[in-house]
């Protein structure tokens, strides 16, 4: 079966410093693989997909980047943290098959990211 | 532009009582739509969706949906809600490119015993 993983859970970090969240997926090969934000009341914002290695499309202007070094490997980064980067981040990933059909989208945990 | 509403914030209900949690979209197209629920501090998970067919879906924990086009609804019910079932739930909509997905903005559901 497959499964999803985040790291760290949660994270404080001062304001200017650099930000590295990891996500990894286990069970499947060449999936979709997605960022989301979550802040109180808002929703979800997707932030990053990836159909690729090394490929990244960015779905909103931001403080943050993306990279996908490995096939079952997203992660999202910062070089200097705002305020506003504070929230809750999903990593989701799903099957790869073309087109425009959605397959399910399988969260993880999520990180909950504190910038003071 | 693919969106999606749901319009209450927030819902009370008591234990036992039914349950109907509003989704309405706004998709050019044949929409795929989906609901997750999400505990605090978890991620979501799936509890239904729907592609074709039925246009009644039925999904984990007692839950199910109704796909109505005329209405561009996906409104998801329960006959009697638990306790356990205390979450937020989102509506979400797919079709365009790449399987992405836009969700709602979150219903929270309170249970009261």
């Known amino acids: 079966s497959q499964t999803i993983h985040q790291w760290p859970a949660t994270l404080v970090q001062p304001v200017g410093s650099p930000l590295s969240l990891e996500c990894t997926v286990e069970?499947?090969?060449?999936?979709?693989l997605y960022w989301y934000r979550q802040a109180a009341g808002r929703g979800l914002q997707l932030l990053f997909y990836?159909?690729?290695?090394?490929?990244i499309s960015s779905e909103v202007p931001q403080n943050l980047s993306a990279s996908r070094p490995q096939d079952r490997q997203f992660i999202l980064s910062s070089k200097k943290l705002l305020l506003s980067d504070s929230g809750f981040y999903l990593c989701a990933w799903s099957q790869r098959r073309g087109g425009h059909i959605p397959e399910t989208q399988y969260f993880g945990p999520g990180t909950r990211l504190l910038v003071l | 532009a693919q969106s999606v509403t749901q319009p209450d914030i927030h819902i009370t209900v008591s234990e036992g009582a039914s349950l109907e949690l509003r989704c309405n979209y706004s998709y050019g197209a044949t929409p795929y739509l989906f609901w997750y629920v999400q505990s605090p501090g978890q991620g979501l998970q799936l509890l239904l969706k729907y592609f074709s067919g039925d246009t009644l879906v039925q999904g984990i924990k007692g839950f199910e949906a109704e796909f109505k086009r005329s209405q561009s609804s996906f409104n998801l019910r329960k006959p009697s809600v638990h306790w356990s079932d205390a979450a937020e739930y989102f509506c979400?909509?797919?079709?365009?490119?790449?399987?992405?997905?836009?969700f709602g903005q979150g219903t929270i559901l309170t249970v009261h015993p």
């Open positions: 990836s159909v690729g290695i090394g490929q």
């Open positions: 069970g499947t090969s060449n999936p979709n």
């Open positions: 979400a909509v797919g079709g365009s490119s790449y399987g992405k997905l836009t």
